[in-house]
């Protein structure tokens, strides 16, 4: 059983608009989270992470946010832009094992 | 360049046949990490390893082994392949633990028949 869950399979957003992207956990022993992206016939690169102690974390364009109690973080990116469509994974983290969500499409308009 | 090589990087096989993925890393990263990657499911953790000859379960271990006779290699065996082991798999390494960004592999695609 899928202990990360990404819902929406898929995101279209219009270049320049915010993406907004979800994830849901279900272990309470997570105690870090990371998003990686991922581009057709190449390995996924780590975009963001963020520790259980912290409730956002900001790099330039992406804030991820972790509501703790809810068991949910999410992804935003503003503006969003061409280069950003790519798969995104959530993971979650205890020590040493890492779990992953199944992944969300971003698809950016011109 | 910094970077993480696996080879072969596409593999077609029949059912039975030994085979092994090689994975080297020259960052001189304790953690490595072997996933597959199916659609609808995302990455899936099959082996990690914290240090030489430290090795442990992920969450889809049957079917694969590993060694870590040497800090920079991490090798993925399947003893005896079958179809359900037709997967993109990805290797990758880190500082020290999950938590530390992971550096990936450019996948070996792997199709058993």
């Known amino acids: 059983d899928q202990q990360v869950k990404q819902n929406s399979p898929s995101l279209s957003v219009q270049e320049g608009r915010i993406s907004i992207l979800n994830c849901d956990y279900t272990?309470?022993?997570?105690?870090?989270f990371l998003w990686y992206k991922k581009y057709p016939a190449e390995g996924p690169t780590f975009l963001i992470s963020i520790s259980s102690i912290k409730d956002k974390n900001e790099d330039g364009r992406f804030t991820v946010f972790l509501n703790k109690s809810a068991k949910h973080l999410s992804l935003h990116i503003v503006p969003s832009q061409p280069g950003d469509s790519a798969v995104y994974f959530c993971?979650?983290?205890?020590?040493?094992?890492?779990?992953f969500g199944a992944g969300t499409t971003v698809t950016v308009r011109a | 360049e910094a970077q993480v090589t696996q080879n072969p990087r596409y593999l077609i096989t029949v059912t039975g046949k030994k085979l092994t993925v090689t994975c080297s890393q020259n960052m001189n990263h304790e953690y490595m990490s072997w996933y597959r990657q199916d659609p609808g499911l995302g990455l899936r953790q099959i082996y990690y390893s914290m240090n030489v000859e430290v090795t442990d379960k992920g969450d889809v271990p049957e079917g694969y082994k590993v060694s870590r006779k040497e800090k920079r290699n991490f090798p993925l065996i399947l003893e005896s392949p079958s179809p359900n082991q037709t997967s993109l798999y990805f290797c990758?390494?880190?500082?020290?633990?999950?938590?530390?960004?992971?550096?990936f592999g450019p996948g070996t695609r792997l199709t058993v028949l």
């Open positions: 990758a390494s880190s500082l020290s633990r999950g938590r530390n960004e992971q550096f």
């Open positions: 993971a979650a983290c205890n020590d040493y094992k890492l779990s």
């Open positions: 272990n309470s022993m997570f105690d870090y």
